[in-house]
């Protein structure tokens, strides 16, 4: 996990190495152990105000296709700058009309040591349809609950970053590691 700060100079760097006419405006750079995902708005294609949803949802699939297509070269420099930067990854999307489309993104194995009924769980979301695979249902599970626990991970995140905050001011803090000398016993 980084900090705040940390987030707040990712997000500082992207912003500024970016070419100015690449979006129309940063709106998210996140960040985790493996992958920093770079989201930015582009300008929605032009349509009457009329026009069908079909007309208005292939619009924005092409405009969306072509932003990717005219802006791989940039794009993929400013990722190998950061990946070597950051040692992270570099992933990708838009936002354009109120959709979002996320680009070839990582998609991390989970080391999982699940028992039975754990799988069972799983196994059951897929015998529902809800999933595919375990991976499937492993990752709706964590959707699901990161949906409806928004608050508590908050609390959480905050409270990881006062731990690093007063790590960071502890006696391991300093490059000065020498002991302090004992005092004078009467």
Do not use: N
């Not at 007309?55 to 932003?67: K, M, N, S, T, V």
């Not at 936002?95 to 009924?117: I, K, N, S, Y």
């Not at 809800?130 to 995140?157: F, G, I, K, M, N």
């Amino acid at each position: 996990m980084i900090t705040i700060e940390q987030g707040e100079k990712l997000r500082g760097w992207f912003a500024g190495r970016l070419p100015d006419e690449l979006f129309d405006e940063l709106t998210e750079v996140s960040v985790d152990r493996e992958e920093i995902t770079v989201i930015g708005r582009i300008p929605e294609p032009r349509l009457t105000e009329d026009a069908p949803a079909a007309e208005r949802e292939a619009a924005l699939e092409g405009r969306i296709q072509e932003f990717r297509e005219r802006t791989r070269e940039d794009r993929m420099a400013v990722a190998r700058e950061a990946e070597h930067r950051f040692r992270r990854k570099v992933s990708w999307g838009v936002e354009c009309g109120g959709r979002r489309a996320l680009f070839t993104h990582v998609a991390a194995p989970v080391m999982t040591r699940l028992r039975q009924p754990e799988r069972q769980v799983l196994d059951t979301l897929i015998a529902g349809g809800v999933a595919r695979s375990r991976s499937d249902a492993l990752a709706w599970c964590v959707r699901l609950v990161q949906r409806h626990t928004d608050d508590w991970l908050a609390e959480l995140r905050d409270s990881l970053e006062h731990v690093q905050r007063v790590r960071a001011q502890g006696p391991d803090a300093t490059a000065d590691h020498h002991t302090p000398p004992e005092e004078d016993e009467e």
